[in-house]
């Protein structure tokens, strides 16, 4: 087979496992009002039981990026896709409050190794190509996450329970997933793989600047997809169906955004394009809650999604660009952080939302965009003194990146 072929068939096959990846995702997301039912589940204790799936992710991502170097990605992800969808059917098997997040909790560790291990993947491909590809990438991942949130609403319109639900996401979306991922490159593109271990301790700075933008950026997309479908349902009077088009529509603009972010990232520059990412996120979805109505919250996320479509696929390439560290190590470091978003967001605004509103905690995502605008300045791609050792995507817009 060509080299050719085998780069098209790793770009299909990675694109693949994003889509399913978003879609596993929205499946359970978008079902949080039923599952939040069945387990009679009040909104502060909501926010509680979905720290699980952060806390599972936060401890599995740096387990993963230590084992990640020298390994093929392709192994760990098609083993955290398996598991993943046998973990996608527990929340729906909980009958109370500790058994869904415990439920949650390992559908968190095996959603962050799949995470984990297809973004080194995405940027191995990318570097293959020798262009950017890994905005279009996380693009796949949320309209897979539109996928599942669409048939989410359907499930919910129909009144089908969580179980019967998550089955058949498990087969419309894991299944053709597995066989697509067979076509992954079998061996990374990591010229730093055989780096010294990163210790936590001593993270290079911009890592560490680069991971705290991605936790505002997930913070806010946390929100999003735990939030957005009892909002418009419990606080702006929408239906069950309606709710689940919210997270629906935040995952399609989002998309939306990300298969434009790789032209704009060259245009803008990674400074440029965060600025302008954080910014319309924060102004956007402000203005739909602002207007106190389910068609313009829903307007609001859309806002929300296209805003911040290309700040995580920006941090994670500026992150696996950081010289002298393996890509594993780099994108454990930005998405263990970021994670931390996840963690914090949702508890937080459901706390907040507990002593005043939902609608009124929301507005902690409006703040988490615009943090990102703050932060964008750590995003700055360097440009390496050595040129062979210039990775990633970093040589085909130097002149934008350092914008």
């Not at 570097?127 to 996450?145: K, M, N």
């Not at 508890?347 to 605008?373: C, E």
Request: some cysteine.
């Amino acid at each position: 087979m060509s080299v050719r072929v085998l780069r098209v068939n790793a770009r299909a096959g990675i694109t693949a496992a994003f889509f399913v990846n978003g879609a596993l995702f929205a499946t359970w997301a978008s079902r949080i009002p039923a599952l939040s039912s069945r387990v009679g589940a009040t909104t502060g204790v909501l926010g509680l039981a979905l720290l699980a799936p952060a806390v599972g992710a936060v401890i599995a991502m740096p387990l993963v990026g230590r084992w990640l170097p020298g390994r093929a990605s392709r192994t760990f992800c098609r083993f955290a896709l398996g598991g993943l969808m046998a973990a996608i059917l527990l929340p729906a098997l909980a009958r109370t409050v500790p058994e869904l997040a415990a439920a949650l909790f390992i559908v968190g560790v095996t959603n962050s190794a799949m995470d984990l291990s297809m973004n080194a993947q995405g940027v191995s491909v990318e570097r293959h190509l020798g262009r950017p590809i890994l905005s279009s990438l996380h693009a796949a991942f949320s309209f897979g996450g539109f996928a599942g949130a669409g048939l989410g609403a359907l499930a919910a319109a129909l009144g089908v329970a969580p179980l019967p639900h998550f089955a058949a996401a498990v087969v419309l979306f894991g299944i053709p997933g597995m066989i697509a991922t067979r076509s992954l490159l079998a061996q990374d593109e990591d010229v730093d793989a055989h780096a010294p271990a990163m210790r936590w301790r001593a993270l290079p700075s911009r890592l560490v600047l680069l991971g705290i933008a991605c936790l505002f950026c997930l913070m806010a997309e946390g929100g999003a997809s735990d939030w957005s479908a009892k909002l418009v349902r419990d606080d702006l009077a929408g239906t069950a169906a309606l709710g689940a088009i919210a997270y629906a529509v935040f995952s399609v603009a989002m998309g939306t955004g990300r298969l434009l972010a790789d032209r704009l990232w060259a245009r803008w520059g990674s400074v440029g394009l965060l600025r302008r990412c954080g910014a319309l996120a924060a102004v956007g979805f402000a203005a739909g809650l602002a207007a106190g109505t389910a068609p313009a919250a829903i307007a609001g996320f859309a806002a929300l999604g296209i805003g911040l479509a290309g700040v995580v696929p920006t941090l994670f390439r500026a992150g696996a660009d950081q010289p002298g560290v393996s890509t594993g190590p780099a994108l454990s470091a930005v998405t263990s952080l970021g994670y931390l978003g996840f963690l914090a967001g949702p508890p937080l605004i459901g706390g907040a939302a507990a002593l005043t509103s939902l609608r009124l905690a929301a507005v902690i995502m409006v703040f988490a965009g615009l943090l990102v605008t703050v932060l964008a300045g750590a995003a700055a791609l360097p440009v390496p003194a050595d040129p062979g050792r210039q990775r990633g995507t970093a040589s085909l817009a130097s002149s934008a990146a350092v914008r």
